[in-house]
C-alpha cells in the first residue's frame, strides 16, 4: 500500500508541544521561506524552514533531531545517525546507522548554514511577522534571536535525541 505524503500540518496553529512560536518569512540566499520557531516549556525549541530542513534543540541548545533532504536523522553521544523504517512480516521496524565522519560534517555544516542564515535575517530585521502564540508576547522574536545565535556560536551535537 501507497503512503501518501500530505504537507505539514499548521505549525502555528496546531504544534500545541510548542508553548510559544512563531512563524516568519524571510528572504535566505535569494529564496523567499517561511520560517517556524517553537519554543518548548522545558527550554527545547524547533525550527522548519518550510517543509525542509527541520531542527530540533534540547534546552542546551544541541541539535537532537533533524529531518534534511528528505531523510530523518538524530543525535546519540555527540553523533549523527540517520534513521530509517522499513516493512517486514507486516511490521514497521525502525533502523539506524551513525555517518561516517566527513557526512556528519557536511551535514552539521548544512544545519549550521541554515540556523546562521536565518540568524542573520532576524539581526537585520528583514522579515515579515505572520503570526506567534502567544500574540501579546513582546520577548519572542528577540528569545529566538539568542537561541540561533547560541546554536550559530557553537553548534554541538547532543547526546539524548530527546527532549
Not at 67 to 73: D, F
Not at 95 to 124: F, G, I, P, T, W
Not at 132 to 147: A, C, Y
Request: hydrophobic share 40%.
Amino acid at each position: 500500500m501507497a503512503i501518501n505524503q500530505q504537507p505539514r500540518e499548521n505549525l502555528l496553529t496546531e504544534a500545541k508541544a510548542y508553548s510559544r512560536r512563531v512563524l516568519l518569512r524571510g528572504s535566505i540566499e535569494s529564496l523567499q521561506i517561511d520560517c517556524f520557531f517553537g519554543l518548548r516549556r522545558n527550554g527545547g525549541w524547533s525550527i522548519y524552514f518550510g517543509e525542509d530542513p527541520a531542527l530540533h534543540f534540547n534546552n542546551g541548545n544541541q541539535l537532537r533531531r533533524a529531518y534534511l533532504c528528505g531523510q530523518r536523522y538524530e543525535s546519540v553521544d555527540g553523533r549523527l545517525f540517520a534513521l530509517g523504517r522499513e516493512t517486514l512480516g507486516g511490521k514497521v521496524q525502525f533502523n539506524r546507522h551513525r555517518l561516517c565522519e566527513l557526512d556528519e560534517q557536511h551535514l552539521v555544516s548544512l544545519c549550521r548554514n541554515s540556523v546562521s542564515s536565518c540568524a542573520a535575517v532576524l539581526a537585520a530585521n528583514q522579515f515579515e511577522l505572520l503570526g506567534q502564540f502567544p500574540v501579546d508576547d513582546q520577548h519572542l522574536i528577540d528569545d529566538i534571536r539568542l537561541k540561533l545565535n547560541a546554536v550559530t556560536h557553537d553548534f554541538i551535537l547532543a547526546n539524548m535525541p530527546n527532549a
